[in-house]
T-cell receptor
C-alpha cells in the first residue's frame, strides 16, 4: 500500500515570506497527486492536482503554486505568503489499492500559520 | 459540477447510541462516493467507498453507508457509537475520470458523550 510523507508538519511564517511544503509518495508509481487546504469550518478545498511529472492543474486562483519535479514528489509553494494562506494543507495520492480498488490516500498534513 | 452537502455541522450522541450522518451529492452521472474520518490534527482515513453494485456498503470500524440514487444521498451509519468515534467525518464525491478528483463536503463534527 502507498504511504505519503509530508513536511514540515508545522510551520509558522511571517506575512510576505516564501513557502515550500513537500510531499513524497512511497509504494506506488505514476499516481495522481493532489493538494488540499483545510480551513476551519470550510471542509477540504482542492487546490492543485497532477496526473504526471510537470503536469499541474489549478482549481482555484490564489497566491500559491505547485510543482511535480519527480513522479512521486509534489511541492506546494508561494513567493509571498498572505494571512489568508494559513490553514492545514493535505497532500493526497490516488493509486490502485489492494484488489484493484482505487483509493485516495492522505498524508498527515502540514499546518501553516501566517502571522 | 459535482458538489457535496453535509447538512449537519455538529452532532452529539451518547455512547452506545446509533448514529446517522447525512450526505447529499450533486452529480450528473453515477458517482463514486466516499466517507473519510479525521481525528484532530491528523490526515484523513478512508472509512468506506461506493463505486457500483450493492448499494449498502460496509466499511471499517463498524460503519456502513447506503447509496440512494433517488435521494442523491449516501448517509453513514453505525448501530452503536464508541467514544473513540469522536472525530470529524467527511463525505466526498468523485467522477472516476482520469483526474480522479474528489470534492468534499464541509464535514460533520461528531462528539460522543458518556
Amino acid at each position: 500500500s502507498q504511504t505519503i510523507h509530508q513536511w514540515p508538519a508545522t510551520l509558522v511564517q511571517p506575512v510576505g515570506s516564501p513557502l515550500s511544503l513537500e510531499c513524497t509518495v512511497e509504494g506506488t508509481s505514476n499516481p495522481n497527486l493532489y493538494w488540499y487546504r483545510q480551513a476551519a469550518g470550510r471542509g477540504l478545498q482542492l487546490l492543485f492536482y497532477s496526473v504526471g511529472i510537470g503536469q499541474i492543474s489549478s482549481e482555484v486562483p490564489q497566491n500559491l503554486s505547485a510543482s511535480r519535479p519527480q513522479d512521486r514528489q509534489f511541492i506546494l509553494s508561494s513567493k509571498k505568503l498572505l494571512l489568508s494562506d494559513s490553514g492545514f494543507y493535505l497532500c493526497a495520492s490516488w493509486a490502485q489499492g489492494a484488489l484493484g480498488a482505487n483509493v485516495l490516500t492522505f498524508g498527515a498534513g502540514s499546518r501553516l500559520t501566517v502571522l | 459540477a459535482q458538489s457535496v452537502t453535509q447538512p449537519d455541522i455538529h452532532i452529539t450522541v451518547s455512547e452506545g447510541a446509533s448514529l446517522e450522518l447525512r450526505c447529499n451529492y450533486s452529480y450528473g452521472a453515477t458517482p463514486y462516493l466516499f466517507w473519510y474520518v479525521q481525528s484532530p490534527g491528523q490526515g484523513l482515513q478512508l472509512l468506506l467507498k461506493y463505486f457500483s453494485g450493492d448499494t449498502l456498503v460496509q466499511g471499517i470500524k463498524g460503519f456502513e453507508a447506503e447509496f440512494k440514487r433517488s435521494q442523491s444521498s449516501f448517509n453513514l451509519r453505525k448501530p452503536s457509537v464508541h467514544w473513540s468515534d469522536a472525530a470529524e467525518y467527511f463525505c466526498a464525491v468523485g467522477d472516476g475520470g482520469a483526474t480522479n478528483k474528489l470534492i468534499f463536503g464541509t464535514g460533520t463534527l461528531l462528539a460522543v458523550q458518556p
